[in-house]
């Protein structure tokens, strides 16, 4: 049975690697209208691009307070010496001094 199990794996890479290229397929046309993106998109050289830090028509509202990424959907979870921020998530309270 792990033979049989073995031998379907290149066949189940091979699906794999195919829905996700569909799925960046359609993710670069997510046009709702004719010439105009859908919500938490914005259209950047042409392409429909997910917003980053930001949601809403046309990415123009910034992520609500602990939240971050892609169309906000992500959530900081930030130690007390770290802050949220709106595109990559927890980042440190600390800067390097001059020496």
Not at 51 to 77: D, L, Q
Request: aromatic fraction near 10%; charged fraction near 20%.
């Amino acid at each position: 049975m792990l033979m049989d199990m073995m031998s379907l794996y290149p066949l189940y890479t091979f699906s794999c690697l195919i829905l996700l290229m569909r799925s960046i397929e359609l993710s670069k046309t997510k046009k709702c209208e004719e010439n105009k993106c859908c919500p938490d998109y914005r259209e950047i050289n042409g392409t429909c691009s997910e917003c980053i830090g930001f949601y809403a028509e046309n990415c123009s509202t910034p992520c609500p307070p602990n939240f971050f990424g892609p169309r906000c959907r992500k959530v900081c979870n930030c130690s007390e010496n770290e802050t949220c921020n709106q595109f990559v998530g927890c980042i440190s309270n600390f800067t390097c001094g001059k020496i």
